[in-house]
């Protein structure tokens, strides 16, 4: 087998509306746990409190690195917000599907 050394790798995370993750915008530093593997990141205090009143869904996105002690860290962590798209004319009231546009705010 091949192996490959890159210095990073680019990393999506999405979190459908409803299922944010709630970060401490005083200490916006988290973990996420990948099979097992943690990752440490850390967003802005406006993205943690935009967390907690977001309705729409977001997209998590960085850069993946190697850490200290064979860990990982995402770094230049942000979210890209999704908003919901309004009804359009003719939708009727039992259409469940929702529609998201994406807007991205700098972290």
Not at 24 to 46: H, Q, S, V, Y
Not at 76 to 92: C, D, H, I, N, S
């Amino acid at each position: 087998m091949t192996k490959l050394r890159v210095p990073s790798a680019k990393l999506a995370i999405v979190f459908p509306a409803g299922e944010l993750p709630a970060v401490d915008p005083t200490d916006p530093r988290f973990e996420i746990n990948l099979g097992g593997t943690t990752i440490e990141a850390r967003i802005n205090r406006k993205a943690a409190a935009r967390l907690a009143s977001h309705h729409g869904g977001a997209v998590l996105q960085g850069r993946l690195i190697a850490g200290p002690n064979n860990g990982l860290v995402l770094a230049e962590a942000g979210f890209t917000w999704l908003e919901p798209r309004p009804a359009t004319a003719g939708q009727g009231e039992t259409d469940h599907a929702t529609t998201f546009e994406p807007r991205t705010e700098a972290h």
